[in-house]
């Protein structure tokens, strides 16, 4: 049980980094190419179609998963395994999970609200200049946390008990 729940961690945390990293190599630039209204229109989409199971259950679930690989991970003489689960859950937990949920997550929510078709070419400009830079730093912090978190899983599943 302890190694499936050790290998579901590691996946469910991969899994994660690989839509961060994926989105930062080629959704986010090609989105900085549209034009505003089409940006903030593909951002609103995108950002409601990612509100699903399927997402939930691997953001969520790591959030759940690592820390449950961390403590079962643990003896009176903690291992490297122990250590590197730690390091990968308090990476997620604060640089994925938070970043999103403290930065990420506001922006969407104010995006949303944005009525695109009445808004004039000015105001698109500025609701994309109020977004856009802020959203990708948030965006890049968590992606970056991510993928550290994720390799230290893998070392975690690697290291020697």
């Known amino acids: 049980m302890t190694y499936l729940i050790i290998v579901a961690a590691t996946l469910s945390t991969s899994l994660a980094a690989g839509l961060f990293y994926a989105y930062s190599c080629s959704v986010n630039p ?3 190419r549209l034009a505003d209204a089409d940006y903030l229109n ?3 989409s995108i950002n409601r179609a990612i509100l699903n199971p399927v997402f939930f259950a691997t953001f969520l679930g790591t959030v759940i998963l690592l820390p449950l690989a961390t403590w079962l991970s643990y003896a009176p003489q903690p291992s490297k395994q122990f250590w590197y ?3 990968a859950a308090l990476l997620y937990i604060v640089g994925v999970f938070g ?3 403290a930065g990420n997550v506001p922006l969407n929510d104010a995006l ?3 009525n695109i078709p009445a ?3 000015e105001q ?3 609701h994309r200049q109020a977004f856009e830079a802020r959203w ?3 965006h890049s912090i968590r992606t970056v946390a991510n993928v550290l978190s994720a390799l230290m899983a893998i070392l975690g599943c690697l290291a020697n008990r």
Do not use: E, H, P, R
């Open 30 to 32: 090609g989105l900085g």
């Open 42 to 44: 593909a951002m609103q």
């Open 85 to 87: 689960f730690l390091a």
């Open 99 to 101: 970043v999103t949920i």
């Open 112 to 114: 949303d609200k944005i």
């Open 119 to 121: 808004s004039t070419a």
């Open 124 to 126: 698109l400009s500025q």
């Open 136 to 138: 990708n730093m948030f």
